[in-house]
């Protein structure tokens, strides 16, 4: 367990003290250089008395029990319902992020719930959820919390899962997802000049992240692009994505291409047109990504799953609710026998689309 300095102030382990006295922190690849009593980009992270320190350790923007389909994972516990929280700040500067009350937030007044790890996992089993997200803002930030909340789940039998932009450096990274059971990532563009530009990050991070995921760890991966007209949609661009994603990461891995609405530092960018969403999909299909979806629409067709073996209906989705299911038992298609991947119940969950908030 963390050890915490004061109510809401932990201590933590990657950072280490410069020549020149400031303190770096090492759990992202921004590597803040902080002076005593600096926070990094992050704002949850702070140099004082000469080691970094998380400062918003058991506080939370809020808790919600959430579809899991909304994290997006549609191939993780179908049907089932999440308990979700997160915090407050972000290691990256997206500007069209559609959460930005949140993860831009430099208020922690932005954090008015408060629960400790063991809470949290007493009430996501007594609320019947089968696992916890780690989400709203990204999880890497506020890893001790997220950890610590993670090993509480593991002890009732609660999975874990975060939803998180994968930019994370090595040693935290090994160490943070030896407690997670799922994760969907952002992966935001396949370009580095959109990384450097819309979002203060770099591609290259993100990718070394994906691999690990998939090649290292047992850790169910979903992704998620968001596709912003005029920056990251061009038919080029998908293709060399997609194309990276087979060949580095499987065809069995999910992406979900969901749309955009305007917002924070982006507001004079148009919605994104249904057809750039489909059109996305039909070039991941085509490259060889067997589950490819649209999200933030409704399209029962473009949002279900398929069998790769015979091309039937195997989930049938529309939003966040379950129609069809016709995987047996043990998550192979009924139609031919061909496996389906994922983790799934022997039966669908029936949670629906509906949010419902918790209270501490």
């Known amino acids: 367990?963390?050890?915490?300095?004061?109510?809401?102030?932990?201590?933590?382990?990657?950072?280490?003290?410069?020549?020149?006295?400031?303190?770096?922190?090492?759990?992202?690849?921004?590597?803040?250089?902080?002076?005593?009593?600096?926070?990094?980009?992050?704002?949850?992270?702070?140099?004082?008395h000469g080691q970094i320190v998380m400062?918003?350790?058991?506080?939370?923007?809020?808790f919600a029990i959430d579809p899991i389909e909304k994290k997006p994972l549609n191939h993780f516990l179908p049907g089932t319902p999440i308990f979700s929280f997160g915090t407050a700040g972000c290691n990256l500067a997206c500007k069209f992020c559609q959460n930005w009350d949140i993860s831009k937030s430099r208020e922690m007044d932005t954090l008015m719930s408060r629960a400790e790890p063991e809470a949290i996992a007493r009430a996501a089993l007594e609320h019947g959820?089968?696992?916890?997200?780690?989400?709203?803002?990204?999880?890497?930030?506020?890893?001790?919390?997220?950890?610590?909340?993670?090993?509480?789940?593991?002890?009732?039998?609660?999975?874990?899962?975060?939803?998180?932009?994968?930019?994370?450096?090595?040693?935290?990274?090994?160490?943070?997802?030896?407690?997670m059971d799922a994760a969907n990532v952002d992966l935001?563009?396949?370009?580095?000049?959109?990384?450097?530009?819309?979002?203060?990050?770099?591609?290259?991070?993100?990718?070394?992240?994906?691999?690990?995921?998939?090649?290292?760890?047992?850790?169910?991966?979903?992704?998620?692009?968001?596709?912003?007209?005029?920056?990251?949609?061009?038919?080029?661009?998908?293709?060399?994505?997609?194309q990276w994603v087979v060949e580095h990461l499987g065809p069995d891995v999910p992406m979900h291409f969901t749309a955009f609405h305007p917002d924070w530092k982006m507001t004079d960018t148009p919605h994104t047109p249904r057809s750039t969403l489909l059109l996305a999909r039909s070039i991941a299909l085509k490259n060889g990504v067997?589950?490819?979806?649209?999200?933030?629409?409704?399209?029962?067709?473009?949002?279900?799953?398929?069998?790769?073996?015979?091309?039937?209906?195997?989930?049938?989705?529309?939003?966040?609710?379950?129609?069809?299911?016709?995987?047996?038992?043990?998550?192979?298609?009924?139609?031919?026998?061909?496996s389906c991947a994922g983790v799934f119940n022997p039966l669908p969950g029936d949670w629906g689309a509906k949010r419902q908030a918790v209270k501490f």
């Open 129 to 179: 959820c089968s696992s916890v997200a780690y989400t709203y803002n990204d999880p890497v930030i506020f890893h001790e919390y997220a950890i610590d909340t993670a090993q509480a789940c593991r002890e009732l039998g609660l999975k874990s899962v975060a939803v998180t932009a994968g930019y994370v450096c090595a040693e935290p990274r090994a160490e943070f997802y030896r407690y």
């Open 1 to 48: 367990m963390t050890t915490l300095l004061s109510a809401d102030t932990a201590a933590t382990r990657y950072w280490h003290v410069l020549a020149d006295g400031k303190v770096q922190c090492d759990l992202c690849p921004r590597f803040c250089k902080l002076h005593e009593g600096q926070r990094g980009l992050c704002f949850v992270r702070q140099n004082l």
């Open 290 to 338: 067997r589950y490819a979806y649209v999200g933030n629409v409704h399209d029962k067709s473009a949002e279900s799953t398929y069998c790769h073996g015979c091309g039937k209906i195997l989930i049938g989705r529309d939003w966040y609710e379950l129609s069809d299911w016709n995987l047996d038992a043990a998550g192979n298609c009924r139609f031919c026998g061909c």
């Open 188 to 242: 935001k563009a396949f370009s580095e000049d959109f990384y450097h530009k819309i979002t203060g990050g770099h591609l290259q991070a993100v990718l070394e992240t994906l691999q690990y995921l998939k090649h290292e760890t047992p850790v169910w991966l979903e992704l998620t692009t968001l596709l912003i007209p005029g920056t990251n949609d061009s038919e080029a661009e998908l293709e060399a994505m997609t």
């Open 55 to 62: 400062t918003s350790y058991g506080r939370s923007s809020g």
